[in-house]
């Protein structure tokens, strides 16, 4: 495709959609200069003010085919795909077909087939497509646990373990309540898996880089409560668990257990544990959701504990690094997707590990449902 930009030309940000989420890519934008241009697309009247009264420069339409149609696409265009996961599809392909690079929000998409369209589009509009997983890396505590792993700090890693258990979060309910689109599978796609799931990967893969993945198995539940709304009723996984086998570029196979809830009958746990025979590891990867704490977090820093043995007693050592709130996180993504653009170092998934990862939570699924192990291969 021929461009008629340089590289001089302001970055143009069209938001497909206007909620809550696409308004803070939209402040992410401000960051871009003086001379960014901003549009906005959604048939929520609300949902158009309320993002023009975080980011008034916006231009704003009800239709987005509209605003993809409003002038030709650029170089330095961007579409933010920031509608519920079952339109993330049909809007990434009128984005491309626009001529404009694609950051979509997380999940991706809502199917292996939508995935390798999207890709597909990407291909045919010679356009970048990205998504927002990996809004919570550029946490050093990360980097931290890969350089201890890959320089033998921990000794051989046999065994690795990601569990967070809250038992009253569901999006839709006790998070963001005017979203219901969250607790209905033909909307959202699936819940805790692909809500916060696509998070848990793409961080812990951050660490231990695996190339393979077998879920060997996996399964979802919905526990009841008697806030449950029934019209309609929820049909999505508030609770989630899976084995999996994590072959990593050493060729070491390494066993991984994962678990994720938003909603059960219990007390919040939280563990991340890389277990060696020298060494183990856990760290910090998120903010809280206490407001005061998070601020104190953001100052205080992320910690990274790494504990070996001296003289046959376990020994802590602990590492802080900077800290970051959830706007930075929400930022991020927009922010790194530009650096990928214009060839800079970026926290953007390459795209076959973007690929991988989304993979790899599809198997979940798909294990789940067939009660059988599904393999994943780094391409």
């Known amino acids: 495709m021929a461009d008629s930009n340089a590289t001089n030309t302001p970055w143009r940000i069209y938001l497909y ?11 992410a934008a401000q960051s871009l200069g003086e001379d960014v241009e901003l549009f906005a697309a959604d048939p929520s009247q609300d949902a158009r003010e309320s993002l023009l009264s975080k980011v008034p420069k916006a231009t704003v339409y009800q239709d987005a085919q509209d605003m993809l149609a409003s002038s030709p696409g650029r170089a330095r265009d961007i579409v933010v795909v920031a ?3 079952f339109l993330h599809h049909a809007a990434t392909l009128r984005a491309f077909a626009s001529g404009r690079h694609v950051l979509c929000e997380k999940p991706l998409a809502t199917s292996e087939t939508e995935m390798a369209e999207m890709l597909a589009a990407s291909d045919a509009a010679g356009r970048i497509l990205s998504e927002c997983s990996f809004r919570y890396l550029g946490n050093g505590a990360l980097e931290r646990a890969r350089q201890l792993i890959e320089t033998g700090g921990v000794g051989s890693v046999y065994h690795t373990r990601f569990v967070n258990r809250q038992p009253r979060s569901r ?17 959202s796609g699936g819940g805790t898996l692909f809500d916060w799931g696509v998070y848990d990967m793409t961080m812990f893969f951050d660490v231990v880089r695996p190339v393979a993945v077998t879920v060997n198995y996996a399964w979802l539940a919905t526990p009841k409560t008697d806030i449950d709304p029934t019209d309609p009723p929820i049909s999505v996984e508030t609770h989630a668990g899976a084995s999996l086998t994590l072959t990593l570029d050493s060729g070491a196979v390494v066993p991984f257990h994962w678990e994720r809830a938003s909603g059960f009958h219990g007390e919040t746990q939280v ?6 025979t ?4 856990t760290w910090e990867w998120v903010p809280t959701f206490d407001y005061k704490a998070e601020v104190d977090a953001a100052q205080e820093g992320f910690k990274l504990t790494y504990y070996t043995d001296k003289n046959g007693e376990v020994d802590a050592e602990e590492y802080k690094f900077p800290g970051f709130g959830w706007e930075d996180a929400n930022h991020r993504p927009l922010l790194a997707f530009v650096d990928l653009i214009e060839g800079r170092e970026s926290l953007a998934l390459s795209r076959s590990r973007m690929e991988f990862n989304f993979g790899v ?17 780094l391409k």
């Open 361 to 377: 939570v599809l198997a979940i699924y798909k294990s789940a449902s067939e009660g059988k192990p599904i393999h994943v291969q």
């Open 271 to 276: 563990a991340i544990n890389i277990d060696g």
């Open 278 to 281: 020298a060494g183990g590891l």
């Open 17 to 27: 959609g206007a909620g809550s989420i696409a308004w803070r890519h939209g402040v």
């Open 171 to 187: 999006a839709g309910i006790e998070y963001q309540p005017a979203s219901r689109w969250f607790l209905q599978r033909d909307k």
């Open 83 to 85: 509608v519920p996961p």
